[in-house]
């Protein structure tokens, strides 16, 4: 090995090659428009959007229009009745209107959407933004959009539903209507199919990226981002939930409460109750359906137990196959207290 290759590199060795491979670095690295390599040298910041917070604000706007429309209609209470289900559509119009007006036309985000720190932003003026350091920025949605927006989230809703309840109550989907009306009627029909299709396909792409919760919003490119990027949601999800579990269970006594025999029940607990003794006598004497001291008293047979008239009368009429609600006997008959026996009809 010779001495020359022990002796160190120069000092300036390595900024010389820094220089000499930089050219070939930058043809290889970088694209040859010069407008592309600008937008290569953006810092671009991906930012997810939470799905539940986006539901969510949808949610509670509508539950905001639903408050709204619940105070303005108590004005039409000292209105011809009838009034408030013929003009229900505009009604819906004018408060949606509302909304829009004072919130997405001044650059505002609607209830909902500001609970949970979420604002619109035009994402076409994303593609030509060339600084961006958070991934929230970007301008508001534009003049243009904005009406766009009004017109398909209150004029097109308004017209749709207009349209439903015209062709309805003219019966165009009647076979006996003419040719005209029935292929109109056909045509709503599938336009409303077409359009849930879409809405379903649109939720399965807002679930998997997260963008446009609507068709109306894919549409104009407006998307949710976050008003401040160190700010949390207004509800939290403990209230939520306990929310959701409150109104599911309130749902369902709904649906069980009318399927339930209030009669049949209280008969069935009855042999579990513990205070029978000191009540057997005042329940001799009232009725056992309205809990009262019968006016009419009448006797239901063959167990001869004091009821109502109108209580006994009207429970044998509604319930063919009607027992008594202290023994649980069959009733066959009726009889005044006293008087003569009334065969309950069957």
Request: net charge positive; aromatic share 10%; charged share 20%.
């Amino acid at each position: 090995m010779s001495a020359t290759s022990l002796l160190p590199p120069p000092q300036d060795a390595w900024r010389h090659t820094y220089h000499k491979l930089l050219p070939h670095w930058q043809s290889y690295a970088l694209p040859r428009s010069p407008q592309l390599r600008d937008c290569s040298l953006q810092s671009i910041i991906p930012i997810t959007i939470s799905r539940v917070n986006q539901v969510d604000a949808a949610r509670l706007d509508i539950e905001m229009s639903a408050m709204l429309k619940e105070q303005l209609v108590k004005v039409f209470s000292l209105m011809k009745p009838g009034m408030l289900f013929q003009y229900e559509a505009e009604l819906d119009a004018f408060l949606e209107f509302l909304i829009w007006r004072f919130s997405i036309w001044v650059d505002k985000p609607t209830p909902g959407i500001s609970l949970m720190n979420l604002r619109y932003r035009d994402e076409r003026a994303m593609e030509t933004r060339a600084k961006v350091r958070t991934g929230l920025e970007g301008p508001g949605l534009t003049v243009a959009q904005k009406i766009w927006y009004c017109a398909a989230t209150v004029g097109g809703q308004y017209i749709w539903a207009r349209l439903q309840s015209f062709s309805a109550f003219r019966r165009w989907g009647d076979s006996e209507q003419r040719t005209l009306a029935r292929r109109a009627w056909i045509l709503i029909q599938r336009l409303e199919g077409f359009y849930k299709a879409a809405s379903f396909g649109n939720l399965l792409v807002f679930l998997y990226t997260g963008k446009y919760r609507n068709l109306i919003e894919r549409a104009l490119r407006a998307r949710l981002v976050y008003g401040s990027p160190n700010m949390n949601r207004a509800v939290s999800f403990e209230y939520m939930n306990r929310q959701l579990v409150w109104n599911e269970f309130s749902e369902m006594l709904l649906l069980l409460l009318p399927l339930l025999n209030s009669s049949s029940v209280k008969s069935l607990l009855r042999p579990f109750s513990k205070d029978k003794s000191s009540s057997s006598a005042e329940d001799d004497s009232n009725c056992p359906i309205c809990q009262a001291n019968p006016t009419t008293p009448f006797l239901a047979l063959p167990c001869e137990h004091r009821y109502c008239y109108y209580c006994l009368r009207t429970r044998c009429a509604a319930v063919p196959s009607f027992r008594c609600l202290r023994c649980n006997e069959p009733v066959i008959a009726m009889q005044r207290h006293g008087g003569v026996i009334n065969p309950v009809s069957k």
